[in-house]
């Protein structure tokens, strides 16, 4: 069963799933439909996300961000599987695998972000965007374990931490963030973690 989270609540991801190893992370999110005359013009809002790496929650460097421009971590335990641009069509917009098991042991912390590619220069933010959620998923049995729905009002954000899954005690839990900014882009939302 899915255990549906609010903003700021934590589950618990591997105590309660015995043998959890690898989990994919899932995002999606809809655009707001657009109404009036030039609707027919709209530009597709490119939500690109991200995973950041964090060694004693600090963000260590460029080799411990997994994005659209780097796919893969140098460990192989974390992987992008690939940059959607509109965001369009049913189901996950993107997917980031993550092989708990294989996350390097100076790593207490992997944060999920999403900004809105180029956002300032299109004028566009999270106001229109509807549907947002982050879902993780067993990857060995495809079965939901939490999911969070983002739905509060993101006008005027154009970046988002959306959750992070951290270790506590020898195990992995989930954190619901659901923190909106209004940094301009990834390189914005890396400075938070420096």
């Given amino acids: ?22 989990i994919m992370v899932c995002l999606g999110w809809d655009e707001v439909p657009k109404k009036g005359f030039f609707s027919a013009f709209k530009q597709d809002i490119d939500c690109d996300a991200s995973a950041i790496l964090l060694k ?8 411990d961000l997994v994005y659209f421009g780097n796919l893969k971590h140098k460990s192989g335990a974390i992987q992008h599987m690939g940059d959607n641009l509109t965001g369009a069509g049913d189901g996950d917009a993107e997917q980031i695998k993550v092989d708990l098991g294989s996350i390097p042991a100076d790593c207490d912390a992997i944060v999920f972000v999403v900004n809105i590619y180029q956002a300032i ?3 566009q933010h999270f106001g229109l965007v509807k549907n947002a959620y982050i879902r993780i998923v067993d990857d060995a049995t495809s079965k939901e374990l939490c999911r969070f729905d983002l739905s509060d009002n993101y006008d005027g954000k154009t970046a988002m931490i959306v959750a992070e899954v ?24 890396l400075r938070r973690y420096s």
């Fill in 121 to 123: 220069q299109r004028k």
């Fill in 166 to 189: 951290y270790r506590h005690s020898g195990e992995w839990k989930f954190s619901a963030i659901g923190e909106a900014t209004q940094d301009s882009g990834l390189k914005e939302l």
């Fill in 56 to 63: 004693n929650r600090k963000f260590a460097g460029n080799d």
């Fill in 1 to 22: 069963m899915t255990v549906s989270l609010q903003k700021g609540q934590k589950v618990d991801l591997t105590k309660g799933n015995a043998g959890l190893r690898r």
